[in-house]
């Protein structure tokens, strides 16, 4: 079978490189603009900085901030109908992975409206049209939504987020700009920071991962094991690294899948509205340990870019173990929680988000095939 790669067309990276925005708007002759955002960053002035590039050119443009984390089927709703109202004819979404993919729902549902309902979308949809133009400035360094064909929603009644896999959806143009990055607070940095590395090292031993990924994952590992402690502490050139590993991890993982740590984290986000980045962050070490007789050298190569001595002398067994530690030492130094009781996950909701986390689009990815109690008792070990 062939190894199909989907990236968006075009990006820009770099501090500063939002001022890239005006040019391509006007290059592309697009005249009238949505901008997608969540009202934290009009409020904090970080989408600001791309609005007033906008404003001080001209460009004729809408605002629709009413995006929350874990983006709801309402907000993809209500964004359709704003952008239908404003006759938008190009998205500019600015924020993490909520207001991104909230952006790529609508951009679809615009161009495709059978899918209106928007569940009809989850998994891979059979969508006719691109979406809406979307010119993409992520804020967190996390999710890398900006160049992935996925989005994630989240069905309220139901207690449930979903994935939608639509190579329809990507950015046509990325601005990774760090100066957009610089605003995160210390906790938002770390956790979007293991979300990152979590699709760096879920996207590395998933079982589609082939020679072209793994070269983008064991790069996107060794960057952002380097960066993320600093780039926590707020050191700018440490954010701007992590601002390309996430990147260049989102180029592998939305190519391959990820694996068991995005299907046991998207149900806690769904019951709890547990922040995406923390609920894969407090996952992953355990699951790293759960899969890592499944891994062959792979554990070994992940040792070694993040510098751990000795590692090439050490057998299998130590190597895997090595790579767990590492792993598990970056998570405590940049301060993630070791439980997810501490979280708000109750014992007596385990078996039935136990059975969401099977069913999840991610789960099958895992290199280990799982089962409905190893996942109860994988939950359970983190109470
Ligand atoms: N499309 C994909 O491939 C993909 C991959 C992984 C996760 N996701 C999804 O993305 C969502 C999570 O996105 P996220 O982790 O980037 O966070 P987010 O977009 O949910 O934002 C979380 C909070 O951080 C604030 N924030 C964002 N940037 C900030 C900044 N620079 N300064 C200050 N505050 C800032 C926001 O206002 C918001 O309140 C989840 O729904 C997750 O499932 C998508
Ligand atoms: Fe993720």
New binding site residues.
Partial sequence: MANRMILNETSYFGKGAIAEIVPEIKRRGFKKVVVVT?A??IK?E?ATKVTALLAKAGIDFKVYDGIV???TIENVKDGVAFVKEAEADCLVAI???????TAKAIGIITTNPEFSDVLSLEGVADTKNPCLPILAVP??S????EV?I???ITDKANNR?FVCVDPHDVPIVAFIDSD??????KG?CA??GM?AMT?AIEGYITKGAWEMTDMLHIKAIEIIGKSLPDSVKGVQTAREEMALGQYIA?MGF?NVGLGLVHGMA?PL?AWYNI???VACASLLPTIMKYNKDFTGEKYRDIARVLHVAGIEEMSIEEARDAACAAIDSLSKEVGIPATISELGVKAEDLPAIAEDALRDVCTPGNPRDTNIEDIIALYQSLM
Avoid: C, E, Q, R
């Fill in positions: 969540d934290g960053l904090f970080v984390p874990n983006p924020g993490g992975g909520s207001p991104i993919d804020t967190t996390g999710t890398a939504a992935t996925n989005y994630v987020k957009m990055m610089m605003g995160m607070p938002l956790s979007t979300d699709h989102g939305s998207h986000s922040p995406h980045g």
